[in-house]
């Protein structure tokens, strides 16, 4: 499976952007996917999942603002991000279990 992710891009603080990325290759619903984010100088860390059911989950920082939702005929999984801070900044990573994983896109938050 390749992953193809895009929507990154410069935002202001407060404003919103959706980052998309693509599987090439066999999906079912049955896949985790999901989005991790790397910023500079720190590790990569989860910021959420969809799993069997597309049921959701994200991390604390980012509950109320970010939504992942994904389209499986497209074989496409969504990062809604609103009300962006500069703390979002990072390079943003899509990921389908059990281990395949998007080139990144980068998010960078400032005004």
């Known amino acids: 499976v390749q992953l193809q992710a895009s929507g990154g891009g410069l935002v202001q603080p407060g404003g919103s952007l959706r980052l998309s990325c693509e599987a090439f290759?066999?999906?079912?619903?049955?896949?985790?996917m999901g989005w991790y984010r790397q910023a500079p100088g720190k590790q990569r860390e989860l910021v959420g999942v969809?799993?069997?059911?597309?049921?959701?989950k994200v991390v604390d920082s980012v509950k109320g603002r970010f939504t992942i939702s994904r389209d499986i005929a497209k074989k496409t999984v969504y990062l809604q991000m609103n009300d962006l801070k500069p703390e979002d900044t990072a390079v943003y990573y899509c990921?389908?279990?059990?281990?395949?994983w998007g080139s990144g896109t980068q998010v960078t938050v400032s005004s």
């Open positions: 990921y389908v279990g059990p281990d395949y």
């Open positions: 290759g066999t999906i079912t619903s049955s896949y985790v």
């Open positions: 969809i799993a069997t059911g597309d049921t959701t």
